[in-house]
């Protein structure tokens, strides 16, 4: 089970985003994930008229390691650790370490 899934709330815990929050946009792999608005670089890109591309100079995300990203508890305004929890029915839950939270209910 990803304690990080598509779509979560995320503060970056180092680097040079440090403390900056954002949802992540999508998991690269299994260890790294591409957070909105972090991580951010430029590239320079060819112009490719059979695609109907124009050349210039973008700025696109790069994938980010999910130990450097923590879930965002919005009971305590901070990043979080998170784990997994089975309940009485069997289904498996994440829930935040510090107060045992649900964090999808």
Known sequence: MNKIRTGDEVVVLTGKDSG???SVLRRVDAERVVVEGVNRVKKHVRPNPMKGEVGGI???EMPIHVSNVALFNPATQKGDRVGVKT???GRKVRVFKSNGELVDA
């Open 20 to 22: 900056r929050r954002g």
């Open 58 to 60: 973008v700025e696109k």
């Open 87 to 89: 309940l009485e029915d």
